[in-house]
């Protein structure tokens, strides 16, 4: 494979790792919560996917949208019951009770759905300019990706919503002050990152295999990305993004595919010590 192939596919690839990062940095931004649980629910967007297409029969990218909402409403529910009596308890509480929801998600999937792996069966064929040739569900994935991107940038400064989220971001008790419902806000903000990661998950599906354990993966990849960006800069994110799927894209045309993880988070390591606030500085 040419190695201008290889380097759409990861930037292609790039661009979906930046939604996934996006949501946890979201999530960290606003409320300084590390959500262990996003790794099972990108899963569950995968599994959502499959559900929508082979149960209800409808097209991938529609059930991309269905997800959508219904990640949004389990990250508020997630909120609701696991993270909002421990939201002002020390950082240990609040990674205790998402982890616990990692593993009941992980072991209510593995029940019904076992480990084995499933796979969405669409195919759009393949896009070719010159030399590249690559899958169209990569090329529609990174549109739909950038589409995501704006439209949460929409929501946050061209909304009254959005604003009232910078604001609690900024300082919550202010913003209490200021009659800003801020346990709604949290809630809100838990969805939407939740919301994005079920979206990445849906994504991820139209062109690779998963189980329910497939999330955990891209949970790391995420973290990875968020460093790299700035956590809590979902911008940085989306070009973390872009920078760890060129990263992946690049190293198999040169080296075996199973030093991918190695050279991954050799650069993690790097970045920490190097630029510990990220690329685009994280948020103070």
């Known amino acids: 494979m040419d190695i201008l192939t290889f380097l759409v596919d990861g930037l292609l690839i790039g661009f979906v790792y930046g939604i996934a990062a996006m949501g946890l940095t979201l999530i960290w931004g606003v409320m300084n919560v590390i959500n262990l649980s996003h790794g099972p629910i990108i899963a569950l967007g995968m599994f959502g996917i499959y559900f929508a297409a082979t149960s209800l029969g409808v ?15 389990l990250g508020m529910l997630i909120y609701a019951i696991a993270i909002h009596r421990v939201i002002n308890a020390p950082h240990l509480s609040t990674l205790l009770a ?6 009941i998600i992980i072991g209510l999937g593995t029940t019904a759905f076992t480990t084995s792996a499933y796979n969405v069966d669409f195919s759009l ?13 990569r090329v529609i994935a990174a549109l739909a990706s950038v589409l995501v991107t704006g439209a949460l940038y929409f929501f946050l ?10 604001a609690v971001t900024d300082n919550r008790a202010a913003a209490e002050l200021m009659g800003i419902p801020s346990a709604r806000i949290l809630a809100l903000s838990f969805g939407l990152g939740t919301m ?17 354990l ?9 973290f990875v990305v968020g460093v790299m960006g700035g956590v809590g800069n979902p911008l940085g994110a989306l070009i973390g993004g872009l920078i760890l799927g060129t990263f992946e894209g690049v190293i198999p045309a040169f080296m075996p595919t199973s030093w991918v993880p190695v050279l991954e988070f050799i650069l ?17």
Do not use: D, H, Q, W
Request: charged fraction near 10%.
């Open 59 to 73: 097209n991938p990218y529609v059930g991309v949208i269905l997800v959508s909402f219904a990640g949004l409403l």
């Open 98 to 103: 998402t982890f616990a929801v990692n593993m």
């Open 125 to 137: 064929g393949n896009i070719s300019v010159g030399p590249v040739n690559t899958p169209t569900t």
């Open 157 to 166: 400064y061209r909304t009254t919503l959005g604003k009232y989220v910078r």
């Open 196 to 212: 994005l990661a079920a979206i990445a998950g849906g994504l991820i599906a139209t062109f690779f295999p998963f189980t329910i």
């Open 214 to 222: 497939s999330g955990g993966a891209y949970e790391l990849k995420s």
């Open 268 to 284: 993690f390591v790097v970045i920490l010590l190097v630029r510990p606030t990220g690329l685009l500085g994280a948020k103070k």
